[in-house]
């Protein structure tokens, strides 16, 4: 039997979709795609003929019996997401109601929008000695989230973060940075529809953002990201440094 293909569809840029997701993707008879997130320039891999929905308007229920049909008739299905999908991307539940109809799954990665953002400003989120890890999290809004991730308690690490789905709420993703422990002078961005045509770039301190962001108008398809690592201070890595040895440079 034929198995769906959740592909990750990149943060935006069609180029930015993995080889081996663009061929799944133009050998599709039906696709399923994201319409809210996902660049519809990607849909041009498409063969002709090719069944397309947008699941920006089905519930879960049609989504999965789209795909129930495609298999049933033999033909190769893709679920287009966007980003990768095993962040904020559903697709745990997708895969609980195909596994109760026996339908297998197999998944190709995408560039996540984190990551997008991170190349938009060409920067890295783990400056040696200044930060060693990356926090990716949410605001809670219509879904909940574990009272022990609160964005105050993760403010407390000051280490690199990466706050999704939350750019609506600014202000108070702000004030509750502020309450967990960060500076007003911490340099902040917040990157608006990474490695699109669209892409904006917002930089300040966590006094200013959010007046700069309202500016813009920016209040969806956004991430906020914040930390040191934005900032002035850096320290050269061990792994290039001449005086350090090992296993390839003796
Ligand atoms: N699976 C996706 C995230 C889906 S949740 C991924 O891996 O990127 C949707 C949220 O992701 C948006 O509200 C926004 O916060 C962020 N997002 C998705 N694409 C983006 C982009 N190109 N630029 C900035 N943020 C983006």
């Excluded at 133009?26 to 498409?46: F, K």
């Excluded at 040696?128 to 407390?156: C, L, Y």
């Excluded at 200013?208 to 850096?234: H, Q």
Aim: proline share 3%.
């Amino acid at each position: 039997m034929m198995k769906i293909h959740f592909v990750g569809a990149g943060p935006g840029d069609k180029e930015l979709i993995t080889l081996k997701g663009y061929k799944l993707l133009s050998e599709a008879d039906v696709v399923i795609y994201a319409g809210s997130l996902v660049n519809p320039e990607l849909l041009e891999y498409c063969k002709e003929g090719c069944e397309i929905h947008n699941s920006a308007y089905m519930d879960l229920g049609e989504i999965v019996d789209v795909m129930k049909k495609g298999v049933k008739e033999n033909k190769s299905v893709v679920r287009l997401q966007t980003g990768d999908f095993s962040i904020y991307g559903s697709i745990r539940e997708q895969v609980e109601e195909l596994a109760k109809e026996d339908i297998g799954y197999d998944c190709t990665p995408g560039v996540s929008s984190f990551l997008g953002a991170s190349s938009a400003l060409g920067v890295e989120y783990t400056v040696p000695e200044i930060s060693q890890s990356v926090i990716i999290t949410r605001m809670e809004g219509r879904t909940p989230v574990p009272e022990k991730e609160s964005i105050e308690s993760f403010a407390k690490h000051q280490t690199s973060m990466v706050i999704f789905l939350s750019v609506q709420e600014i202000g108070k993703v702000v004030s509750r940075l502020i309450e967990g422990g960060y500076t007003e002078e911490t340099p902040i961005a917040v990157v608006y529809k990474a490695t699109w045509k669209e892409e904006k770039i917002v930089k300040g301190n966590l006094k200013n953002i959010a007046d700069k962001v309202k500016e813009e108008g920016i209040n969806k398809t956004a991430l906020i990201m914040v930390g040191e690592f934005l900032g002035k201070e850096y320290n050269y890595s061990k792994l290039y440094d001449k005086e350090f040895k090992h296993e390839y440079r003796k």
